[in-house]
């Protein structure tokens, strides 16, 4: 089950400043993980993780378990290749009831459930025409985000890093091309907390916009339960189209709603972590913190 930091989300919206001191503390964060990943079979002390984060091992304890949500020496046992097979392996029979029945796990995110709309092929071909798309830069445990909803649901959540805001939105916004787009981050601050620090019993929709098989690809990642991680094979093979897992790679890689559909549970089937759009220090972080 995810945990929960006291660093998740804030319920008012923040300053620039808050901004970049969270995409500084992230960027931190992203550059050491990934360290620790090539280098973990030399067993760092944390001692030498800080040194090479450039703080003391005190502030660096801290700051690792309040962004990962477990000790740097904890996070160092769990990368090991022979770990990532075994959860890969345990996780096939969890994984197999919950394709089969085509629900959603129900302690995802702290019994967060997500419905999934997607757009009529009228809509997809207009290119969002008649849309009010909203967005705006919110706080999380990964960094800031950017978040895009219509009064239909989320349609955007991605991650952005110091100064590339601009470049995240255009490229979010490739999708609706002919959509209104409205910046209100003050509108959007509710749900990027009920997304990050979840409700029992809550319910989000999204809007997907997509061909039906990105779309059956990102239905079949919602039924991949926290704490648990599948192989682009293994979720071909979820979806009937075992010969597909090239092309349920890329549609993973497409998933235009970044962790709430959650894209970084799939990794490869050697057992090692593959990549990740937004960056392998957020998927380390993410797998992290479920696996806690």
């Not at 995110?109 to 830069?137: C, M, Q, S, W």
């Not at 895009?148 to 805001?165: N, S």
């Amino acid at each position: 089950m995810i945990g929960t930091s006291s660093a998740i989300v804030s319920d008012r919206t923040p300053t620039p400043a808050d901004v970049t001191s969270r995409c500084r503390d992230y960027q931190r964060m992203a550059d050491t993980l990934t360290w620790i990943s090539d280098h973990f079979e030399e067993q760092p002390t944390l001692s030498d993780i800080a040194a090479r984060a450039g703080t003391s091992p005190y502030h660096f304890q801290r700051l690792f378990s309040r962004w990962v949500g477990l000790s740097p020496k904890k996070y160092v046992q769990y990368l090991t290749l022979d770990r990532a097979k075994a959860s890969l392996d345990a996780s096939q029979s969890v994984l197999a009831a919950a394709f089969a029945s085509g629900l959603s796990s129900p302690g995802r995110l702290h019994d967060l459930f997500v419905n999934v709309e997607g757009v009529t092929p009228g809509e997809y071909k207009r290119g969002g025409a008649g849309l009010i798309i909203r967005h705006g830069v919110h706080d999380s445990p990964f960094g800031p985000c950017l978040l895009m909803h219509t009064e239909r649901g989320i349609c955007g959540l991605a991650f952005v890093d110091e100064d590339d805001e601009r470049q995240g939105l255009a490229s979010m916004a490739a999708r609706w091309p002919n959509a209104e787009l409205v910046e209100d981050a003050a509108a959007g601050a509710e749900l990027a907390s009920r997304i990050f620090s979840p409700r029992s019993g809550d319910r989000l929709t999204v809007l997907l916009h997509g061909t039906p098989f990105q779309i059956q690809v990102w239905e079949a990642l919602l039924r991949i339960p926290a704490g648990a991680v599948t192989s682009y094979q293994a979720l071909a093979d979820s979806i009937g189209k075992p010969n597909a897992s090239r092309a349920v790679g890329t549609a993973n890689g497409a998933n235009p709603v970044s962790y709430l559909i959650p894209c970084h549970r799939v990794i490869r089937k050697s057992g090692a972590l593959g990549g990740y759009r937004w960056g392998l220090g957020r998927k380390l972080a993410m797998l992290s913190r479920e696996l806690n």
